[in-house]
């Protein structure tokens, strides 16, 4: 009796588990399918009501327009695309893959050197012993608690100041100042739970301070290594209000710009900017799912302590 | 300043001496190496962070107008007098506590509950636990695109879903709608700032011994009882880091209300965070603008040593 009771309790707990499931991977994946899904449509079904569930002869037209799009727009051929056929691509569109490159560079770029920034001074933090030591710590912390928007508009000044307004160098120092002190953070807290011995014996057998750092440290804080570049990198990308202030033309202007100049249009072509959408989504969740053990590891090391 | 010996302090703990001898001695070999080190990223913080931030704290004391630039007056604190006096900036400074709120606590509650299951055994966990950094991951330009578009009121989604389940009998105009926009905003960021809570939650979880659960059986005590006795205050640490860091970003949010309303519809969705951006770029009178974003500053500076001074006090008892 006991044992059906209990294998009709572990049937009820498991239905429930894939209850659970399934409601969740509809709230978490729900919003991104519907992306997905109204990109690979013509703009006609896109705009059907009422929308369906599936996609609706599928394609990846939206996608083969953002290629073709450094074809010169001229007056004819904009005339001839019409709207209500999805044809219509907005008129900034060909800025699209220039823009993609950008992100891809300075989000590199960011990533690349806070590691070399943070590593250094997380490394010193950790365990060097000097004056003024709690003061670094805490004035690189402090340096986020203003809001973004009150330092927009000196970034400026001093970015014209530096004559790399509209620069992608402009950006990638704006960008490292925003991501190093939460890296840095990281790094000390994860630096600080390697037994200091190692540190020690590194340093007694002769070894310099960046030789401890590269041949002992960087390698054994892996996770936190690779957290540090994913969280530089994926900030970059993702970046919108400085972006958009410091970036004019596109020279330098990153993917969440042109979007959300097609997103603030008035002609608002649904499946195309999608496609755009969708082209920004996948490089970060790629990274996401490839390093998800890194990224759970190294983010919340120390964090969760206290 | 010549050559140290490298060897002479380098692990010596240097015990108290005076001042004035603390400031006269030169810098041993490892403090001067410490310097070299931090050298380059205090560099870039000192131009990119420093200046900014004290500029701007400088401009708040000026009544700086673009449309005037000749006569730019110091005027003391006149600018956060005149903002706070503002009938709008405390509506906006309203708005700012009710996104605060529906965001931190609907973050805080999915978060929690997300991390529960997660922390379960079951087939598909892991399939789960990699689609949840999905909206992590997620631009947030392309969060408020797609928000937009499932909200849309001709063709968005949200409209097909609910009236296919005969939920609402007509369409919707959702983002338009004063009464809702606040809302639907925050239902954008909650989406976006889960998963990040959740993990921190689901960690801390993780490192609560077993052995607590199976006294906690032993003693008797049901699923819901192990939850309050054991769990929550084993949870405490991660959740008041949740509760900090989810207050500090969604006090300051901006990108949502670009994307989606721009202030509206009327001032519906004017947050503070939008003010300043308005009273900056559209008005451009610098001074107000920057000190509302102070203001801003100060208020979550205030709130997050309140709360951790409030969790940390309970937890010491």
Known sequence: ?306 | MTLVSPSASSEREVVAPGRLRFALRAPSHDERSALILLAPLLIVLAVVAAFPILYSFATSLFDVNLVRPMRQPFVWFDNYVQMLGETRIRIALWRTAVFTVITVAGTTLTALAVALFLNETFRGRRILAILLLVPWATPSVVNGLMWKWIYDSNYGVLNGLLSALGLIDHYKIWLADPDKTLYLIANAAIWKQMPLSAILLLVTMKSIPEDLYKAARVDGANVLQRFLHVTLPALRPGLMLVLVYETMISIRHFDLFMLLTQGGPGNASATLSWQIYVETFRSLHFGTGSALAYILAFITLILGALMIRLGWRREAR
């Not at chain 1, 991104?32 to 059907?48: D, M, N, Q």
């Not at chain 1, 019409?82 to 907005?90: I, K």
């Not at chain 1, 608690?145 to 508009?153: G, K, M, N, R, T």
């Open chain 1, 1 to 306: 009796m006991t044992s059906t009771a209990a294998t009709i309790r572990l049937r009820g707990k498991s239905l429930m588990l894939a209850l659970i499931s399934a409601v969740f991977a509809f709230y978490v994946a729900g919003p991104v399918y519907w992306l997905v899904k109204t990109s690979l449509e013509p703009e006609a079904r896109v705009t059907a009501i009422p929308p369906t569930l599936l996609p609706q002869q599928p394609s990846l037209a939206n996608f083969e327009a953002i290629v073709r799009t450094n074809d010169p727009i001229t007056y004819q051929n904009r005339r001839q695309a019409d709207p209500a056929t999805g044809n219509f691509v907005p008129s900034n569109a060909r800025n699209l893959l220039p823009s993609l490159w950008n992100s891809l560079v300075v989000g590199l770029a960011v990533a690349l050197l806070n590691i070399a920034l943070s590593a250094t001074a997380a490394y010193a933090i950790a365990l060097i012993k000097f004056r003024g030591r709690d003061l670094a710590l805490y004035s690189i912390l402090v340096s986020r608690v203003i809001p973004d928007i009150a330092l927009i508009v000196p970034l400026f000044l001093l970015m014209r100041g530096l004559g790399v307004l509209d620069t992608k160098g402009g950006l990638v120092m704006t960008y490292l100042a925003v991501t190093v002190p939460f890296t840095t953070f990281i790094l000390i807290n994860y630096f600080r739970s390697v037994p200091v011995d190692l540190y020690k014996a590194a340093r007694i057998d002769g070894c310099s301070h960046l030789g401890v750092l590269r041949h002992v440290y960087l390698p054994l804080a892996m996770p936190a290594v690779v957290a540090s570049l994913m969280f530089a990198f994926l900030t970059s990308w993702n970046e919108f209000l400085f972006a958009l202030i410091l970036t004019k033309s596109i020279q330098s202007q990153t993917l969440p710009i042109v979007i959300s100049s097609f997103v603030l249009d008035f002609t608002i072509n649904f499946s195309f900017v999608n496609a755009a959408g969708v082209l920004a989504i996948v490089p970060p969740v790629i990274l996401a799912v490839l390093f998800e053990r890194y990224i759970v590891s190294g983010l919340t090391a120390g964090a969760v302590k206290g």
